[in-house]
């Protein structure tokens, strides 16, 4: 018989990661990894991926018919050394879930330093094994890496655990219900309410180097799918399909953080495919620099929002990290990206960890940055903003710097709060 699709454990369970060992908590930071390129795994299928096959279709009826869909997003979320971070994040995330949250789509590193199955239950399922709604994810750098002496081939654990043929438990998750997720590959497009996603690749390159979709190291196949992708949501838009179009990435196309590049490389073939197609993002998400920044992008009058989301667990922010703290940009500033169009670095915060909730609709994109205080279990709100998708036009919530809301259960008391139903 085959295994049900499962999220959340029936039964609140308390936080753990005391009760880890010295070495599951520092995973295997002692290893050092083969700085490569690695070749992109095949995928089972190009065809969108549909919500309504994993959370079924009465419930993506529900969405639609309350006219708006809400998701989270975050990535590098892999705790490591003070998990704690990444358990009350996890928490905060899990508390909003009775919000309506309808998945949560993660931008890579979920476990660190180089994805081995061994880790996946302390830095994936255990955190999340309260969060009682669907996980999709595109692997970052850290999750495709291999170290030195590594038998298993890049990628192996998150292939099994987020690209599976059926969802199934995998031993991984060590008792927790959560099943496997059946993305059909590393690089997959998601068909949402109000949303369109085309998730890539971006490949192992670490802080000082760019992040790589296609290429004669990696294959062509990524960047062939997301010109059909692209070519399809045109397709698509000319017969009135209203959905935004969101491209999700691992390595960031802008960022200044202190420790990791930007990826204009990987942009211009991101916006040769897009002016190919006709059709450009409304939303791009990516993690990998551990802070959170929110840039404008106008491309002729479209204004684009750009969003660095890598505050999700992994203890080493910038502005936490012993020692002199790197000086932060000054925002909002106003430049200019590699292809002369105007760029405008609007919040820059490198010190709170957090997610991204964003609501959907038919007209706009919200996105709020949720700080989460690990120490206290409180949220606030540390950026708002608001995309028009008619007029392709972003403002700022008039509260986005206000504080409290929330309540997330303290991670010191209970590790996760939130919803104990099965999915």
């Given at each position: 018989?085959?295994?049900?699709?499962?999220?959340a454990?029936?039964?609140?369970?308390p936080?753990?990661?005391?009760?880890?060992?010295?070495?599951?908590?520092?995973?295997?930071?002692?290893?050092?990894?083969?700085?490569q390129?690695e070749?992109?795994?095949?995928?089972?299928?190009?065809?969108?991926?549909?919500?309504?096959?994993?959370?079924?279709?009465?419930?993506?009826?529900?969405?639609?018919k309350?006219?708006?869909?809400v998701?989270?997003?975050?990535?590098d979320?892999?705790?490591?050394?003070?998990?704690?971070?990444?358990?009350?994040?996890?928490?905060a995330?899990?508390?909003?879930?009775?919000?309506?949250?309808?998945?949560?789509?993660h931008?890579?590193?979920?476990?660190?330093?180089?994805?081995?199955?061994?880790?996946?239950?302390?830095?994936?399922?255990?955190?999340?094994?309260?969060?009682?709604?669907?996980?999709?994810?595109i692997?970052?750098?850290?999750?495709?890496?291999?170290?030195?002496?590594?038998?298993?081939k890049?990628?192996?654990?998150?292939l099994?655990?987020?690209?599976?043929?059926t969802?199934?438990r995998?031993?991984d998750?060590?008792?927790?219900?959560?099943t496997?997720?059946?993305?059909?590959?590393?690089?997959?497009?998601?068909?949402?309410?109000?949303?369109?996603?085309?998730?890539?690749?971006?490949?192992?390159?670490?802080?000082?180097?760019?992040?790589?979709i296609?290429?004669?190291?990696?294959g062509?196949a990524?960047?062939?799918?997301?010109?059909?992708?692209?070519?399809?949501a045109?397709?698509?838009?000319?017969?009135?399909?209203?959905r935004?179009?969101?491209?999700?990435?691992?390595?960031?196309?802008?960022?200044?953080?202190?420790?990791?590049a930007?990826?204009?490389?990987?942009?211009?073939?991101?916006?040769?495919?897009?002016?190919?197609?006709?059709?450009?993002?409304?939303l791009?998400?990516?993690?990998?620099?551990?802070?959170?920044?929110?840039?404008?992008?106008t491309?002729?009058?479209?204004?684009?929002?750009?969003?660095?989301?890598?505050?999700?667990?992994?203890?080493n922010?910038?502005?936490?990290?012993?020692?002199?703290?790197?000086t932060?940009?000054?925002?909002?500033?106003?430049?200019?990206?590699?292809?002369?169009?105007?760029?405008?670095?609007?919040?820059y915060n490198?010190?709170?960890?957090?997610?991204?909730?964003?609501?959907?609709?038919?007209?706009?994109?919200?996105?709020e940055?949720?700080?989460?205080?690990?120490?206290?279990?409180?949220?606030?709100?540390?950026?708002?903003?608001?995309?028009?998708l008619?007029?392709?036009?972003?403002?700022?919530?008039?509260?986005?710097?206000?504080?409290?809301?929330?309540?997330?259960?303290?991670?010191?008391?209970?590790?996760?709060?939130?919803?104990?139903?099965?999915?």
């Amino acid at each position: 018989m085959p295994t049900g699709r499962a999220f959340a454990d029936p039964d609140l369970t308390p936080a753990s990661f005391s009760d880890f060992s010295k070495q599951e908590i520092a995973a295997d930071s002692a290893d050092k990894s083969i700085e490569q390129l690695e070749l992109i795994p095949p995928v089972r299928s190009t065809e969108p991926m549909e919500l309504s096959s994993v959370i079924g279709v009465g419930a993506v009826e529900a969405i639609t018919k309350s006219k708006k869909l809400v998701f989270h997003t975050v990535g590098d979320t892999g705790g490591i050394h003070k998990p704690e971070f990444q358990f009350g994040v996890a928490a905060a995330m899990t508390e909003d879930v009775k919000n309506g949250s309808a998945f949560f789509y993660h931008l890579g590193d979920v476990v660190y330093y180089f994805g081995q199955e061994e880790y996946y239950f302390e830095q994936f399922y255990d955190p999340y094994r309260d969060y009682n709604a669907p996980i999709f994810a595109i692997p970052g750098n850290h999750d495709g890496a291999v170290f030195q002496g590594e038998s298993a081939k890049s990628l192996a654990a998150f292939l099994a655990n987020f690209c599976d043929s059926t969802p199934s438990r995998n031993l991984d998750s060590q008792g927790a219900v959560r099943t496997t997720m059946d993305q059909p590959g590393v690089y997959f497009s998601l068909n949402v309410p109000f949303v369109k996603f085309i998730g890539l690749y971006s490949n192992t390159s670490e802080g000082g180097t760019e992040g790589v979709i296609s290429g004669p190291k990696v294959g062509n196949a990524q960047l062939t799918f997301l010109q059909q992708q692209l070519a399809a949501a045109k397709a698509a838009r000319d017969k009135g399909d209203t959905r935004a179009l969101v491209i999700a990435t691992h390595h960031p196309p802008f960022t200044g953080s202190p420790s990791h590049a930007p990826s204009p490389s990987m942009l211009k073939q991101i916006d040769e495919a897009c002016e190919a197609a006709g059709i450009l993002p409304d939303l791009h998400l990516s993690g990998h620099a551990h802070l959170y920044e929110r840039y404008t992008r106008t491309v002729g009058k479209k204004q684009i929002p750009y969003l660095v989301a890598g505050m999700g667990g992994y203890y080493n922010l910038p502005g936490r990290k012993a020692g002199k703290r790197p000086t932060p940009p000054v925002t909002p500033s106003n430049g200019k990206d590699s292809g002369g169009n105007p760029l405008r670095l609007e919040v820059y915060n490198d010190n709170t960890f957090g997610f991204m909730r964003i609501t959907a609709s038919e007209s706009t994109i919200k996105g709020e940055f949720v700080t989460v205080d690990t120490d206290k279990g409180t949220t606030g709100i540390g950026d708002c903003f608001v995309l028009d998708l008619k007029t392709y036009k972003v403002s700022t919530c008039p509260s986005a710097t206000s504080k409290g809301g929330g309540g997330s259960t303290s991670p010191k008391s209970s590790g996760r709060g939130g919803s104990s139903r099965r999915g």
